[in-house]
């Protein structure tokens, strides 16, 4: 009965690859996101989506592309892998925050580790 | 740019050293503060949402209050199994939260 799910929990990978990481929630949200943990613990929002629409687009590069395929998934890929890109990737959900109940449940965490 | 700060970074408390833990922001456009619990490798664990200035909220040993700067997790008495960092995210109009470093809270039997 996970709520929200990510995969793979590990990726390791060399500099210069491409590689995607899975988001699923069951929850019956409408809304996700993705979050970067770097090695100081900061927690900073990247993107979210409302009913398979970007909402929120940060100042991330745009080696980080996100897609939503529909409104209970949400991956994140990521071309040209760089060193800077190791941290740790939070996915969330949460209803509309817009009506109100926004309360946003974390998935596990996907740790990349770029070599 | 919206700010905001938690303190302290860590604390050490022995078991049934009742504490606060303190989270500051800036005050305009806020639209709830949020308080997870992050243990070592897994996710931010929901905790509590506070709306209003003079709200309070509990859950078993720790109750969150919001003033109109800042918001305090007070933990009474705490457990071993209370060791986590915690983390303080105000939303804003842009409907972002926006997260404090932490506290990471240790607590010794």
């Known amino acids: 009965d996970t709520a929200v799910s990510q995969t793979p929990k590990y990726l390791v990978t060399q500099m210069g690859n491409d590689k995607s990481i899975k988001c699923e929630q069951n929850l019956g949200h409408d809304t996700m996101y993705w979050y970067k943990q770097d090695s100081k613990k900061f927690l900073k929002i990247m993107f979210s989506y409302n009913n398979k629409e970007l909402i929120i687009n940060e100042t991330v590069p745009n080696r980080f592309s996100p897609k939503s395929p529909d409104k209970a998934h949400l991956n994140l890929h990521i071309n040209s892998l760089e060193l800077g890109d190791s941290a740790v990737y939070f996915c969330?959900?949460?209803?509309?925050?817009?009506?109100?109940?926004?309360?946003?449940?974390f998935g596990p965490g996907t740790r990349l580790t770029v070599l | 740019e919206d700010q905001v700060t938690q303190s302290p970074e860590a604390l050490r408390l022995q078991e049934g050293e009742s504490s606060s833990l303190n989270c500051s922001y800036t005050v305009s456009g806020l639209r709830g503060l949020f308080w997870y619990r992050q243990d070592p490798g897994k996710g931010p664990e929901f905790l509590f949402t506070l709306y209003s200035a003079g709200e309070e909220k509990e859950k078993e040993r720790l109750k969150a209050t919001l003033t109109k700067k800042e918001s305090f997790l007070h933990i009474t008495a705490p457990k071993p199994e209370d060791s986590a960092t915690y983390l303080c995210a105000p939303r804003y109009n842009t409907d972002k939260l926006i997260f404090g470093t932490g506290t990471r809270l240790q607590v010794f039997p």
């Open positions: 969330a959900s949460s209803h509309d925050p817009q009506r109100g109940t926004d309360t946003q449940y």
